[in-house]
């Protein structure tokens, strides 16, 4: 959410985010509602202030002149009735319309359509390290070659008895699964590996809530625009013996713990001495993924339910210091690849595929040999203050003056979408797979080979 003076100062900058964006948004209309917002709020602020003057007038006048003041009260207080049964509409319409407007995307955020206009920023692999996407010599190159026929991740997963599609769909539908026996170790080691790391960095670790109230999506900027990928609970409206005001409240389940974490926050002010804040937040999340019929339906690349650790950071309301945290969570996230020795590339988000609200983002896809391609893994983000004015987050700077924090939020590790390049990558000629030395102290073993072969 945008401060509605500023929107109105500039209203070009913001149809030209909208334009850039690939929104559809029409910002006249709500200028057209703040507008009349206005004039009805000046409207009936009018009407008290004369209510207020008449009350203090009536008492010094005669039994006669007061009938006539009582009257032209009445009416006065008919007017501000109807007045503010309007407003009440019209603020509804103005707030709903507000929550809408984007964020503003950084001068140097490439602009284009969708994700065809993303830019390749900066590639990785365990034998050239980084390389820059100008040398395409070095780009060109396969990161993981093999002699011999590779197997995609599914199969993988089926001969070494660790992944279950077919009972996953039984169970609980399209895009449904099991994971077993190492491939359990292996989820729960990555996300262990990835907590351990952030609380070394100094971040507060959170198991958030993943069940939430509708405050905590529109915070977050998840509603209204994505309200389709998102839960409901069906039967949030019972009633819970002994707690008030539990009877037909929406409840929803989170497609990232971003969410929970930013309520945490919600309606603090906090002294810019105390800032940064960075936690990290590890839940399941779930995600509907309308709209994405047919595309990447087979496997675990695209799924209902899966785990993660998410980094987030608040701090102060300045862009050099908040686009230094975009690219300290970059780091991080891949500070983690690297350890993993899994080859990645960094995009550079474009203005049509970063969503309303971000102001700047990366995206960092990692190699999936089966794809013969990279696949999005992580996803780090900066909002500035639009997300800090939608749950109230704010602090005092050093001068006193209250103003709207800035957040900012990446990937840690996603699971069980990160199998994927784990498994392929690191498959051997026999079928069976080499664990990440760096997991191998949670996994237990060093290699997860077939039940006939060992």
């Known amino acids: 959410m945008l ?15 909208i334009t850039d964006k690939r929104l559809s948004f029409n910002l006249d209309e709500l200028l057209e509602v703040d507008a009349h917002r206005r004039e009805l709020l000046a409207e009936v602020e009018g009407l008290q202030a004369t209510k207020n003057a008449v009350s203090k007038e009536i008492p010094k006048l005669s039994e006669a002149e007061k009938k006539g003041k009582i009257l032209e009260m009445q009416e006065i207080d008919t007017r501000q009735t109807e007045q503010k049964a309007i407003l009440r509409e019209v603020d509804q319409r103005y707030h709903a319309l507000l929550l809408q407007v984007p964020n503003i995307p950084a001068p140097e955020a490439p602009i284009g359509p969708d994700e065809s206009g993303n830019v390749p920023w900066s590639y990785w692999s365990p034998a050239t390290g980084h390389v820059d996407p100008k040398d395409t ?20 997963g089926q001969d070494l008895d660790l992944i279950d599609i077919e009972a996953g769909v039984k169970t609980s539908g399209f895009r449904g699964y099991y994971l077993k026996n190492q491939a359990v170790m292996l989820q729960q080691a990555l996300i262990q590996h990835a907590l351990k790391k952030l609380q070394q960095k100094g971040f507060t670790l959170f198991a958030p809530p993943t069940m939430v109230r509708e405050f905590a999506l529109v915070g977050s900027g998840h509603f209204p625009a994505g309200r389709e990928e998102i839960y409901q609970i069906a039967n949030s409206g019972e ?8 009877a037909k409240e929406s409840m929803y389940l989170v497609g990232t713990s971003e969410a929970s974490l930013l309520a945490y926050y919600a309606d603090k002010v906090f002294e810019e001495k105390d800032l940064p804040i960075t936690v990290s937040g590890v839940s399941a999340c779930y995600r509907s993924e309308v709209g994405s019929y047919g595309k990447d339906a087979r496997g675990l690349y695209r799924i209902h339910e899966f785990q993660k650790v998410e980094q987030m950071v608040i701090c102060k309301a300045d862009i050099a210091e908040s686009d230094k945290w975009l690219e300290a969570l970059r780091e991080t996230a891949e500070e983690i690849l690297q350890d993993l020795k899994l080859p990645y590339r960094v995009l ?9 609200g971000k102001y700047k983002m990366y995206d960092i896809e990692t190699w999936m040999p089966s794809r013969n391609g990279y696949g999005e893994t992580h996803s780090d983000s900066s909002f500035t203050d639009w997300q800090a004015r939608r749950i109230n987050i704010r602090y005092k700077d050093s001068e006193g003056n209250m103003k709207f924090a800035y957040t900012l939020n990446n990937t840690a590790i996603a699971s069980p979408r990160i199998l994927i390049p784990l498994l392929e990558n690191y498959q051997q000629a026999d079928g069976s797979v080499v664990v990440p030395e760096v997991l191998r102290p949670y996994v237990g073993v060093d290699v997860i080979k077939s039940k006939s072969t060992k």
């Open 3 to 17: 401060d509605i003076k500023y929107i109105r100062d500039n209203e070009d900058v913001i149809k030209k985010a």
């Open 137 to 156: 010599g070095k780009v060109a190159e396969v990161p993981t070659k093999f002699e011999f026929e590779i197997k995609d991740h599914l199969a993988l």
């Open 239 to 246: 009633v819970e013996a002994g707690v008030e005001n539990s």
């Open 348 to 356: 550079n988000i474009c203005t049509g595929d970063m969503g309303a």
